[in-house]
C-alpha cells in the first residue's frame, strides 16, 4: 500500500503549503503545527492527520480551502513527522489530549477536530475525554473500529511482534535506524512541478516505522462502539467510497452511529486527502460547512482575513 502511495506523490499537482512552527506543550514536549488564519471569528478546525504521514502531507491539498470560512490548525502527531518523539507505548489518548494542549497554548476555547483515518479515533476520543471543549466533529476515511472481523483482529495483534522486531533493529546499520529529524529544516517551502515529488517523499520518510506499527497496533484495539452514539455535538462524515483500507461499509456504520450525522460521499481511495484531492477537499469543504452551519455561525459570507 504504502509503495502504491509513494508512486502516486510524482504525479500530484503543486502546490504551496503554508508555514509550520514548533510549540512547546507544557509537561508533555515540543510538536510541530500548523496555523492558518480565516475569517475574524470562525469555527476554528483542528486538522488531525492519517497514519505514517503529516500534517503537511495529509492536507496541504485542502489549507487554502479550508481557510477561506475556518480558522485551520494541523498537528504533527507523536512519532510521525515533526511531531514530538515518541517515548513511550503509542496511545491515541495522547495524542488526543495532545490536541486539546495545543489548543490550550493558542488559546482556542472550542473547536472541530477533523481526524483523517487514524486522527479518526484521535479526534473520536478528543470529544469522549474533552467533551467541553468540542463544539463540531468531521471525519473522514475512517471508522469506530479497525479489528472488527477475526482476520483483521489477528493481523492487527502480530503487529506486536514486529513492533519489538523494529526497536531491536534500530540498534543495527540499516533503513531502520533512522536519524533524528532536522526540525530547523521545518518551513513554508514553495513547491514546482520539478521539486513536488521529492519533497512529498521527503516527508512520508519522516515516518519512524516503529511508531507507524504502534500506530497501526492502536487503532486496531480502538472501539468506540459502546459509545460513539453519545456524541451530542453536530457531526459530519466524509465516506471514501472505494476505499480499500478501511472499507466503505465501516465508514458509514460510524455516521449512521453518531446522532444527526450527515454524510458525504468521496469517489476516491484511502490515500484521497492527497491523490484524490480534486475529488476529496470539496467533500471535505462540504462536510465542515454541515458542521459549522449547525453552529449557529455564519461561516459562508465572512470576509476572508488575507493570510
Known sequence: MFQAIQLGFQSVEPRSVPP??????????????????????APTLLLLHGLAVTAYLNWFPAFERLSRQFRVVAIDHRGHGR?????????????????????????IERFVPVG???????????????????EGLVLAATSRNFGGTRQERWFYSTLIAAIYGVR????????????????????APELDAGRLSKWALSE????????????????????SHQWVHEIDVPAAVVVTTVDKFIAPDRQLKLARAIPG???????????????????????????????????????????????
Open 20 to 41: 509550520g512552527q514548533f510549540v512547546e506543550l507544557p509537561g508533555r514536549g515540543t510538536t510541530f503545527m500548523v496555523d492558518v488564519a480565516g475569517p475574524v471569528g
Open 83 to 107: 511531531g514530538m518523539p515518541l517515548k513511550a507505548r503509542f496511545r491515541l489518548a495522547d495524542c488526543a489530549d495532545d490536541a486539546v494542549a495545543l489548543a490550550d497554548v493558542l488559546g
Open 116 to 134: 483523517y483515518s487514524l486522527g479518526g479515533p484521535i479526534a473520536q476520543l478528543v470529544w469522549r475525554r474533552h467533551p467541553e471543549r468540542v
Open 168 to 187: 531491536a533493529g534500530r540498534h543495527l546499520p540499516g533503513p531502520l535506524n533512522h536519524p533524528p529529524v532536522n526540525h530547523a529544516a521545518a518551513g
Open 204 to 223: 512520508l520518510r519522516l515516518a519512524s516505522p516503529g511508531a507507524t506499527l504502534q500506530a497501526m497496533n492502536a487503532m486496531g484495539r480502538f472501539s
Open 261 to 307: 450525522a450527515t454524510i458525504h460521499p468521496c469517489h476516491a481511495g484511502h490515500a484521497a486527502c492527497v491523490l484524490g484531492a480534486k475529488a476529496f477537499v470539496p467533500a471535505l469543504v462540504e462536510a465542515c460547512n454541515s458542521v459549522g452551519d449547525r453552529l449557529g455561525r455564519d461561516v459562508r459570507d465572512r470576509a476572508v482575513v488575507p493570510v
